[in-house]
C-alpha cells in the first residue's frame, strides 16, 4: 500500500468502532450465539450466509468468501479505496489521521479533497440564496408551487443559482478555491472572449446529489426560466459519474434495507415527493436509465426493485429494458405503470398516500408483464408465427435466470400458455445455453471452504483465535513446521507475530499485515465460525495436535523407507545403516510425543 499511515492509528480506530455498527446500518442482521448472521450484501442470497462476529470486529460471507474487517466492510460496500473508509471511520470514531504518503497519493488525495470542499461551498452558495429574501423568491415560489415543504429543502439541500452571471465564480474565488478545480467539476465555464469565468447553471433551481456518506457529489438542476434546457446536471467529473450515483441514495439506504425494496423514479421533484409522502426507500436515476452500475449498487440494500414507470408506449419498453440484468442478478423486479401524463409526483398529491400505496402493493413482476405483452392475453389462439416470434424474445431472458426452481416455474407456466410441450422448450432452452455459453460465462463460484486443507489445521488456527490463552501450548508442541497447508502455515504465524508483540489475538491488526485473499478469507471465515467452549477447544486442540505430528511423522516416515530401499538396491550398506538409525530415533520419538 502506498499509503503509510501509522499501524497505531488504524488499530485505535478499529478498536474504537463496533463492525456491527459499520454494517448493520446497510444489512439487517440477527444474533445467532456469538454472531450476528444476515443476507449478504455482495452476493444473491437466499438463507442467511453473511456472518459477523463483534468480537473479532470480523465478518465473513459463507456463500461467496468475501471477508474482512471494518475497514474490509467499508471498502466494499461504498466502493472506495481504503484511505477513504480510513478516514470516514476515522471521523466516526473521532481518530485523527495522520499520514506520510508518497507525492503523488498526497496530491491526488489533496485535489480529492479540495474537489469535495469546492462542491460543498457551492452547495453552500445555493442553498443560502434560496432563503434569499428577494433574490430566491423565484425559485422558493415555484418549490411552494410544486408542494415541496420546508423540511424536504433542509433534507435534500435544495437550492438557488441566483441568476447573475458569474455570482459563484465570484463566491469561490473570494473563499480561496482554484477556478481549475471548479472548471473541473463543471461548477463554472470560460468565457468564450476575453478571460474569466462565468456560471454554469443561472436562474435554477439546485438538486445537490450526495454520495452514501454525505459529500456532495454534483448537482442537478431544474430551469426556471426557458433559458436553456429544462434540466441541466453536471458534467461528468472526478466526483460526478451520472451512470453510478443515484439521487436521493444518502437518505433513502437505512429504509431501503428496513424495508427490503427500494422504489426507482426518474424525476427530482418525484422523488422528494415520494419522500415526503412516507416512501422513503426511494431514489432516482440522473437523467438515464437504471444501468448496471446503479442496480449493483443498489442490490447491496435489497434484491427487491420496484420501477415506476409512464404507462405509455415509451414507458414499458423502458421498463423492459432492466429485465435482463434483474434476470441474471437474481433480483425480483415489479413495475407500476403511472396513468399517461401522470407522474409519481402528480399521481401523490392528486390520490393521496393510502392509494398510492394499493397502487404499490398491486406491482406485476416485470417478466410476467414482458410476457402478456408477446403473448396477448389468448397466448393459446396465436398464430403459429406469432406464437415462434414470441418464444424468440422470451427464451433468452427465461434462459437468463440462474435460479433453476424459478427457472423451470416460468417454463411451465410458459408452455402452459403457450399451449406447446414443456419438454420442447426445455430442448430450445437447452440450445440456446450451448450458444451462448461462450459469450456470458457466468462469474466463477469461489470455494467457500478451501478443500485442499487438512481440517486439523484449520482447526488449530480456529481455537487460537478463540482462545490466545492456547498459544503457548500450541507453540510448545512445535507442530506448525508439520503444517503441510502453507496458507493456515501463513496464517498461524502471523497470528504468533501479533501475540507476540500484544499478548493477544488482535484479528484486524493481523488481518491488516495479510495481502494473499486466500489468507484472509482463511482467517475470516475462521474468525465467524461457531465458537467452541473453552473445554471443547482445549480437547479438540490436542487431538489436532497429535494428528498433526502423527501425520507429519508417518510423511517422513515414507521417505526414509524409499531411501533405505534406494540404498539397498544400489549396495550402499554405511548409507543404509545410517538411515535405519534415523528410523529408528523417529520411532522413538513419535513414542515419547505421541504416547
Ligand atoms: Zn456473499
Known sequence: MAQRISEKTIQEIAERISILDVVSPYVQLKQAGNNHKGLCPFHPDKNPSFVVNPE??????????????????????????????LRELGRQAGVRIEQQSSERDLQREESQRQALAANQLACRFYHDHLAEKTRGEIARRYLQQRGVQAESIAGFLLGYAPDSWDGLAQFLVRKGESPAMALSLGLILPRKSGTGFYDRFRNRLMFPILGTTGQVLGFGAR?????????????????????????????????????????????????????????????????????????????????????????????????????????????????????????????????????????????????????????????????????ASALREVLPLINRIPDRLEQNLHIKALAERVGIEELF??????????????????????????????????????????????????????????????????????????????????????????????????????????????????????????????KGFQSRMILLNRRIAEAERNQQGDLQNRLFQEKQSLLEQEKTLLR
Open 425 to 550: 422448450l426445455r430442448e430450445e432452452l437447452a440450445d440456446l445455453t450451448k450458444r451462448t455459453k461462450a459469450g456470458t460465462a457466468l462469474p466463477k463460484r469461489i470455494p467457500t471452504e478451501e478443500t485442499r486443507e487438512p481440517p486439523e489445521e484449520r482447526m488449530l488456527c480456529q481455537i487460537l483465535i478463540q482462545y490466545p490463552v492456547l498459544i503457548p501450548r500450541f507453540v510448545e508442541s512445535n507442530v506448525l513446521e508439520s503444517f503441510s497447508s502453507h496458507t493456515v502455515r501463513v496464517a498461524l504465524a502471523a497470528i504468533l507475530d501479533v501475540y507476540r508483540e500484544e499478548d493477544a489475538v488482535n484479528l484486524s491488526r493481523v488481518l491488516s499485515l495479510q495481502t494473499d485473499p486466500k489468507i484472509i478469507r482463511l482467517l475470516t471465515s475462521l474468525s465467524c465460525r461457531e465458537e467452541f467452549t473453552r473445554e471443547e477447544a482445549t480437547v479438540a486442540l490436542e487431538d489436532s495436535i497429535r494428528r498433526i505430528l502423527r
Open 56 to 85: 473479532r470486529k470480523t465478518f465473513h460471507c459463507f456463500g461467496c468468501g468475501v471477508g474482512g474487517d471494518i475497514f474490509g466492510f467499508f471498502m466494499k460496500f461504498h466502493n472506495v479505496p481504503f484511505l477513504e473508509a
Open 223 to 387: 430551469a426556471l426560466d426557458d433559458q436553456g434546457p429544462k434540466y441541466l446536471n453536471s458534467p461528468e467529473s472526478p466526483l460526478y459519474h451520472k451512470g453510478s450515483n443515484l439521487y436521493g441514495l444518502h437518505l433513502a439506504q437505512k429504509s431501503i434495507r428496513e424495508r427490503d425494496l427500494v422504489i426507482v423514479v426518474e424525476g427530482y421533484l418525484d422523488l422528494i415527493a415520494l419522500h415526503e409522502f412516507g416512501f422513503s426507500h426511494s431514489v432516482a436515476v440522473l437523467g438515464t436509465a437504471l444501468t448496471a452500475e446503479q442496480i449493483q449498487i443498489l442490490q447491496r440494500y435489497t434484491r427487491n426493485f420496484l420501477l415506476l414507470f409512464d404507462g405509455d408506449d415509451a414507458g414499458r419498453k423502458a421498463s423492459f429494458r432492466n429485465l435482463p440484468s434483474f434476470l441474471e442478478r437474481g433480483i425480483s423486479g415489479r413495475v407500476v405503470y403511472l396513468p399517461e401524463q401522470e407522474d409519481p409526483d402528480s399521481c401523490l398529491r392528486k390520490w393521496g398516500r393510502e392509494p398510492f400505496q394499493k397502487r404499490i402493493d398491486g406491482a406485476l413482476p416485470l417478466l410476467d408483464v414482458f410476457l402478456d405483452q408477446q403473448l396477448g392475453d389468448t397466448g393459446k389462439s396465436l398464430t403459429v408465427e406469432r406464437k
